[in-house]
Nanobody
Framework: QVQLVESGGGLVQPGGSLRLSCAASGSIFRINAMAWYRQAPGKQRELVARISSGGRTNYADSVKGRFTISRDGAKNTVHLQMNSLKPEDTAVYSC??????????????WGQGTQVTVSS
């Protein structure tokens, strides 16, 4: 199976920055795409940013121009650079991975999530 471990969350003031990281490990044959989702209390989980194996990226309209997703292939790690953070960005951020295991089974994997709080 594939395991995802997130890091980088925390408390930051409005206008500040955070960089989230997600490292994938386990019996990975190929990673098709990795993404960041977020969910705030009382709200539906939403896609924040996604990057494909070919490097194509997608962003939620609410974070375009402020967030940047990137991938470190050597470490099977995805990063989310978050700048100009707003209180509305407060949520639990979870890493998502579409991967093919060493057993050639394509599955979706989730990290445990990391809290991001933007507050004065």
């Amino acid at each position: 199976q594939v395991q995802l471990v997130e890091s980088g969350g925390g408390l930051v003031q409005p206008g500040g920055s955070l960089r989230l990281s997600c490292a994938a490990s386990g019996s990975i044959f190929r990673i098709n795409a990795m993404a960041w989702y977020r969910q705030a209390p009382g709200k539906q989980r939403e896609l924040v940013a996604r990057i494909s194996s070919g490097g194509r990226t997608n962003y939620a309209d609410s974070v375009k121009g402020r967030f940047t997703i990137s991938r470190d292939g050597a470490k099977n790690t995805v990063h989310l650079q978050m700048n100009s953070l707003k209180p509305e960005d407060t949520a639990v951020y979870s890493c998502n991975c579409n991967a093919v295991s060493s057993g050639y089974i394509e599955s979706v994997y989730w990290g445990q999530g990391t809290q991001v709080t933007v507050s004065s």
